[in-house]
């Protein structure tokens, strides 16, 4: 659960630090630093498993940003997509 709220902090919030994850999730900097790590490409030296290719971290002077690939952001766009044609479930037991 911590990595896919790391990843929705992501896809959000493209830019902010790891250091800024860790605050506004209240995940320890070591849990919100490997929870985003699993989204990195196997080719990353940061990656974690399992190294999905969604996100890359790239050095700032406020720290390791996180910024989305374009596997990413078509990550990010099938699930926008996803939710934006969801149905509402309706208890039909409870419907007036």
């Not at 860790?22 to 190294?51: D, H, M, N, Q």
């Not at 990413?72 to 099938?78: E, M, S, W």
């Amino acid at each position: 659960m911590g990595h896919m709220i790391a990843l929705m902090y992501a896809f959000e919030n493209e830019g902010l630090t790891l250091l800024d994850l860790a605050v506004v999730s209240g995940f320890y900097l070591a849990t919100a630093s490997r929870g985003i790590r699993a989204f990195c490409g196997p080719e990353s030296e940061a990656a974690g498993p399992p190294a999905l290719g969604l996100i890359e971290l790239r050095a700032t002077q406020r720290g390791k940003a996180i910024h989305l690939t374009e596997a990413g952001r078509r990550f990010r766009q099938q699930l926008q997509d996803i939710i934006a044609d969801a149905a509402p479930i309706v208890d039909e037991t409870t419907a007036d």
